[in-house]
C-alpha cells in the first residue's frame, strides 16, 4: 500500500479538536519570515541570501509562478500513488533531501537531527562535503535510513579517494558531484557581514576526521585549526576541474553517480557521455551566478535532451506540493528540497524538519490528487499551462 502523506491534514485538524496547533507556520513564505526572527542575521543571511542581486534567486520562484497547473475532474484519483525509483533507490515520494551544508549554523544538532528526521519519514537525505558532523556519525544518525553523499571535489586526489572510501563504508549508496561550486560567489549579505562559517571552522568535520586530509598537514587541526581551515579551503575551492576528470570519480566510487548544478543541454549530454547516471538540473537556488537562468527554465530542454538516458533530477526554488507536481510535469523524476527544511530545522531541530516534509509530502500527494493524477506517470507537459 502506498504512503499516504495526505492523510498529515487530517492529523493536524483532529489535534486542533485538543486545542493543539502545529509548532510552526505551514505557509512556505511565512516560514522563512519566521525563521529570520529566530536566528542570527549571519546564519540567516547564510542561508536565505543569494549571489549578487539576488535575481536568480527571485527568477527561480518566477518560473514556478509562470506555470500553471490545469486540473482534470472525475478521474478516480481516490488512491494515489507518489513512489518512484531514482538512481537505484525506491523512494515513498519523488523528493530528496538538497545537501545543505554547515547545518550547526541553524541548529546545535545539526544534520544529526536532519539524519533522524529524513529516516523517519523515508526521504534519502543527502549529506554535503561541508557538513557539521562527520560522514560516519551522520549515518549512524541516520540508522536504515537511505542516504546518499554530495561532493566538493578536493584538489587532492588523495583526499578525495579517502572521503569517497569513507562515505561507501559508511553506506551512502550514490554520488553528487556539486560542479556550480568550484568556488564561492560573491554574496553580497554575508560580504556584509564578513560572515563566511568555513574560516570560523564550521563545516569542516569531514576533512578534519580524515586520514588523508590529516596526513597532508604538519600540525593537527586540534594544535592549529587556522591552517587547518585554510589548508582546507584552498583544497575545496578555487580549481575548476574538467569533464575528463569525471572519469576518476567513476574508478573510485562503484555506486551511481549525478552531477549537480547542470543548466545547459550540451553539457547535460557530456555528463552523460562521461558514464554520468544522473543530472541534478540546479543553480544552487541562485547562490552561485546572479542573472542566470532560472533552474526550473532549464528543466524542460535538458529532459528532452538526456530524460532517456539517465535520471534527471530538480532543484532551486521548490516550496510546495504545487511545486512538485511542475518539476515533475517538465521531466524531472524527482526534487531535492532546500530551504524549506533547513527554516525547519532553525524552528525546531528533528521536529521542526520532520514538520516541513510532511507539509510538503501532504501538499504533494492531496494536490495530485485534486487536479485528478493518480500517479507521478500522469505528468507531463499537458499538466500545466505556462502564463506570459
Ligand atoms: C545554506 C545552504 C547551504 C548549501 N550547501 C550546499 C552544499 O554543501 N552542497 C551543495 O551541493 N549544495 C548546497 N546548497 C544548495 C542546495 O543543495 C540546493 O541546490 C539549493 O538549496 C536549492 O535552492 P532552494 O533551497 O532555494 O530550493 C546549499 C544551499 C543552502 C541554502
Known amino acids: ?106 541548529h546545535p544538532d545539526g544534520e544529526l537531527a536532519t539524519a533522524r528526521a529524513a529516516a523517519e519519514l523515508g526521504i534519502p537525505m543527502i549529506l554535503s562535503t561541508a557538513s557539521s558532523h562527520t560522514i560516519e556519525e551522520v549515518a549512524e544518525a541516520s540508522g536504515d535510513g537511505e542516504r546518499w553523499y554530495q561532493l566538493y571535489w578536493p584538489n587532492s586526489d588523495d583526499v578525495t579517494v579517502s572521503v569517497l572510501e569513507r562515505a561507501e563504508r559508511a553506506g551512502y549508496t550514490a554520488l553528487v558531484v556539486t560542479l556550480d561550486t568550484w568556488t564561492l560567489a560573491w554574496r553580497p549579505h554575508d560580504l556584509d557581514q564578513s560572515y563566511l562559517p568555513f574560516i570560523r571552522g564550521i563545516g569542516t568535520a569531514i576533512p578534519f576526521s580524515d586520514p588523508a586530509f590529516r596526513a597532508s598537514l604538519e600540525r593537527t587541526p586540534e594544535e592549529d585549526r587556522n591552517s587547518a581551515v585554510l589548508r582546507w579551503v584552498q583544497m575545496f575551492t578555487g580549481v ?85 507536481i511542475k518539476a515533475i510535469a517538465l521531466g524531472a523524476k524527482a526534487v531535492l528540497l532546500g530551504r524549506p527544511w533547513v527554516y525547519g530545522l532553525a524552528h525546531g531541530g528533528q521536529e521542526g524538519v520532520r514538520h516541513v516534509l510532511r507539509g510538503l509530502l501532504a501538499d504533494l500527494d492531496l494536490t495530485l490528487g485534486l487536479t485528478g493524477n493518480r500517479s507521478l506517470a500522469d505528468l507531463g507537459r499537458h499538466t500545466l499551462m505556462e502564463n506570459s
Do not use: C
Open 240 to 324: 575548476d576541474k574538467s569533464w575528463e576528470r569525471l572519469a576518476f570519480l567513476r574508478e573510485h566510487w562503484s555506486g551511481p553517480i549525478a552531477v549537480k548544478g547542470v543548466l545547459h543541454p550540451d553539457d547535460a549530454r557530456r555528463a552523460v557521455d562521461a558514464g554520468m547516471d544522473g543530472i541534478v538540473v540546479s543553480n544552487h537556488g541562485g547562490r552561485q551566478v546572479d542573472g542566470s537562468v532560472a533552474a526550473l527554465d532549464a528543466l524542460p530542454g535538458i529532459a528532452e535532451a538526456v530524460g532517456d538516458r539517465v535520471d534527471v533530477l530538480f532543484d532551486s526554488g521548490v516550496r510546495t506540493g504545487a511545486d512538485v
Open 1 to 106: 500500500m502506498p504512503a499516504q502523506f495526505g492523510s498529515y491534514q487530517s492529523e493536524i485538524y483532529l489535534q486542533g479538536m485538543s486545542g493543539v496547533v502545529p509548532a510552526f507556520t505551514n505557509d512556505p513564505t511565512a516560514l522563512e519570515s519566521s525563521a529570520r526572527e529566530l536566528m542570527e542575521p549571519g546564519p540567516y543571511w547564510y542561508v536565505a541570501g543569494g549571489a549578487g542581486s539576488g535575481a536568480t534567486v527571485r527568477a527561480n520562484r518566477e518560473a514556478f509562478d509562470r506555470r500553471r497547473i490545469v486540473p482534470r475532474m472525475l478521474t478516480d484519483a481516490t488512491e494515489r500513488d507518489v513512489s518512484t525509483t531514482v538512481l537505484g533507490t525506491e523512494l515513498a515520494a519523488p523528493v530528496l533531501l538538497a545537501p545543505i551544508g554547515v547545518q550547526s549554523i541553524v
